[in-house]
């Protein structure tokens, strides 16, 4: 195990198969991470972040680009000022927004919370069909196949429980469609 401090002012990076603490950063170029165990924090000004089999807490952020997060364990804190967010395979806590794109989210377990937000684009959520959510979702319309369902449902927001509730789903945009599915 050990940790790295990587910095560059116009380059990419890719780090692959590291364990312990990371912090990585670039002012202009795409960070490429893979196979890591232990947090990891991730900062881009201008490029996308690719993020793969990573089980830690992850904080990524990037003033331009796209994240792009796959088989993730542990949680997740993603902010991006220009792109779209993609999660794909992710087991526990998430917190993503962005203020120009949109956001998909396929969640194969949630541990505290999940909390999506978007100003210009709509936010898609998968999860798995038997777990318990508390749902807090709104958008300029909102869209859900709900089994099990109690709380409010309109055109612009869906409140209520799934399951009889548990983990709290929270997804709003201003400018897209809210679309809840089972994976």
């Known amino acids: 195990q050990m940790s790295s401090d990587l910095k560059t002012n116009g380059g990419h990076i890719e780090v692959e198969g590291l364990k312990g603490n990371h912090t990585i950063a670039t002012s202009g170029g795409h960070l490429n991470l ?8 991730a900062k881009t000004s201008g490029g996308h972040i690719d993020l793969s089999n990573i089980e830690g807490d992850i904080y990524a952020k990037t003033s331009g680009g796209h994240i ?8 997740l804190d993603a902010k991006t000022s220009g792109g779209h967010i993609n999660l794909t395979d992710i087991s526990g806590s998430v917190q993503a927004s962005t203020s120009g794109g949109s956001i998909t989210a396929d ?4 541990d505290q919370f999940v909390d999506l ?6 936010i898609d959520i998968s999860i798995p069909e038997n777990i318990g959510v508390d749902l807090q979702l709104k958008g300029t319309s909102v869209h859900g196949k709900l089994n099990n ?35």
């Open 34 to 41: 893979a196979h890591i165990k232990g947090p990891v924090e």
């Open 68 to 75: 792009s997060a796959e088989t993730i364990t542990g949680k």
């Open 107 to 110: 969640l194969k377990t949630i």
């Open 117 to 122: 937000k978007t100003s210009g684009g709509s």
């Open 149 to 183: 369902f109690s709380g409010e449902m309109e055109k612009t927001k869906i409140n209520g429980q799934l399951n009889g509730g548990g983990s709290k789903i929270t997804a709003r945009t201003s400018g897209g469609t809210v679309r809840l599915s089972y994976n």
